[in-house]
């Protein structure tokens, strides 16, 4: 019964460290999602995947790369970490490309220094 | 103007109270409407869909009025752990993109 899964749940980087979130979902899902939560902004959509083989830019890619390794797994790397980076990050997956109900991850709290 | 709008409260109401949030939405095609829960440091997990009939699940009641363009959210007989934060969320037939509320927060009390 795991649903989706992230690692880790926490992290702290040093400005231009690198790093990748890992997100695996087992519930057959096409398609998955990376969001970034900051106080008074709500969740923003960096990239999604709306099936293997997929990947396409949200609202806020900037800084950030996606790969989608398989139809279960989605990672989202930080190749230079900047202090704007600091937040949390969801990953989300959903049966249909349209993604009307998306289940959740429970986050990584990331803390870039 | 954001997309989706909501009230950040905190709404502090007693047990047992009834509470309604409101929330806006700026894109007349959006398609499909929910309310997700988040608890604190936790992640949001879809509560209810919205139907332009109004749908009741228990004590939560949530309407869509597409003429306003507003969503609305009613919890009746709220108990302690409906205490949360809760999201407005909008999917406009976009690119698979939801777009989520900043979210109301309710406190429950004794």
């Known amino acids: 019964n795991a649903g989706v899964t992230q690692t880790p749940k926490f992290q702290v980087l040093k400005t231009g460290q690198s790093m990748t979130l890992q997100c695996a979902q087992d519930?057959?899902?096409?398609?998955m999602y990376w969001y970034r939560q900051d106080p008074g902004m709500g969740l923003r959509l960096i990239y999604y995947?709306?099936?293997?083989?997929?990947?396409d830019k949200g609202e806020v890619p900037n800084g950030y790369n996606v790969s989608r390794l398989n139809k279960r797994e989605f990672s989202l790397r930080l190749e230079s970490a900047a202090p704007s980076q600091t937040s949390v990050y969801f990953c989300?997956?959903?049966?249909?490309?349209?993604?009307?109900?998306?289940?959740f991850g429970a986050g990584t709290r990331l803390s870039v220094l | 103007r954001k997309e989706v709008e909501q009230d950040p409260g905190p709404f502090n109401v007693p047990e047992g109270a009834t509470v309604a949030f409101n929330c806006t939405y700026s894109?007349?095609?959006?398609?499909?409407f929910f309310w997700y829960r988040q608890d604190c440091r936790k992640e949001p997990k879809l509560l209810m869909s919205?139907?332009?009939s109004g749908n009741e699940d228990g004590r939560f009641t949530a309407q869509l009025n597409r003429a306003s363009q507003y969503i609305s959210l009613l919890i009746r007989d709220s108990k302690l752990s409906d205490s949360a934060t809760y999201l407005c969320?909008?999917?406009?037939?976009?690119?698979?993109?939801?777009?989520f509320g900043t979210g109301t927060r309710l406190q429950v009390t004794l």
């Open positions: 989300a997956s959903s049966h249909t490309p349209t993604g009307n109900i998306q289940y």
């Open positions: 519930m057959n899902h096409n398609s």
């Open positions: 995947s709306a099936s293997e083989g997929t990947t």
């Open positions: 894109n007349s095609a959006s398609q499909s």
């Open positions: 919205v139907y332009s």
């Open positions: 969320v909008v999917y406009t037939g976009t690119a698979s993109k939801l777009t």
